[in-house]
Structures are given as structure tokens and as C-alpha cells.
């Protein structure tokens, strides 16, 4: 099985920074796209930031410029470092990877999420 577990959350004040780290243990093969996903109260879960193996990066709309995704992959670790925050930016944040267990199969696991509060 695979785990993926999420810190660094917590209450900032916007204009604040935070940086998220997502660590994946078990029985891994090799780790393709990581990401950063997050729910905000009566929404639906949106993509905040994606990183491939090759550390490709993508990021919704609302965070470029302010989010920076990054990954140490002799660690299976990907981190969100979040600045210029917003209240808007609230919500429980999930980690995402696509993990592949062996050569032959792969699967997207989550987190258990991270609570950011962006407050004065």
C-alpha cells in the first residue's frame, strides 16, 4: 500500500506565506505526476498545481505567480510554497500522486489534506 501525508498547513494572514510538503511512503516503484489539489467549502475539488517526473509544472490560473510547486524525488516529496496569500486562497489542500507500485501498474493515491486558513 501507499501513503501519502501533508503538513506545513495552518491560519496566516493574507499576504502571508505557507509551504506545504507531501511525503509518499509503502511500496513504491516509481512516482509519476504529483500535484497539489484543494476544497474550499462548497465547492468542488480544484487542481492548484501539477509537477511531472521531469518536473514539468503547471498551475491554475488563480495562483501563477504567487504558487511554486516543486519536488525532491530521492525523498518521494513534493512541496507547495505559497505566497502573497489571499482569504480566497482557504481551503483543505490534498496531495495527489500517480504512483506505480511495479513496472507493470500505476494509481493515483491522496492525501488525507491540510487545513490553510488565510485570515487577519
Known amino acids: 500500500q501507499v501513503q501519502l501525508v501533508e503538513s506545513g498547513g495552518g491560519l496566516v494572514q493574507p499576504g502571508g506565506s505557507l509551504r506545504l510538503s507531501c511525503v509518499a511512503s509503502?511500496?513504491?516503484?516509481?512516482?509519476?505526476?504529483m500535484g497539489w489539489y484543494r476544497q474550499a467549502p462548497g465547492k468542488e475539488r480544484e487542481l492548484v498545481a501539477a509537477i511531472g517526473s521531469d518536473e514539468t509544472a503547471n498551475y491554475a490560473d488563480s495562483v501563477k505567480g504567487r504558487f511554486t510547486i516543486s519536488r525532491n524525488n530521492a525523498k518521494d516529496t513534493v512541496y507547495l510554497q505559497m505566497n502573497s496569500l489571499k482569504p480566497e486562497d482557504s481551503a483543505v489542500y490534498y496531495c495527489n500522486a500517480q504512483v506505480a507500485r511495479t513496472v507493470f501498474d500505476s494509481y493515483h493515491y491522496w492525501g488525507q489534506g491540510t487545513q490553510v486558513t488565510v485570515s487577519s
Open positions: 509503502g511500496k513504491i516503484f516509481s512516482i509519476n505526476d
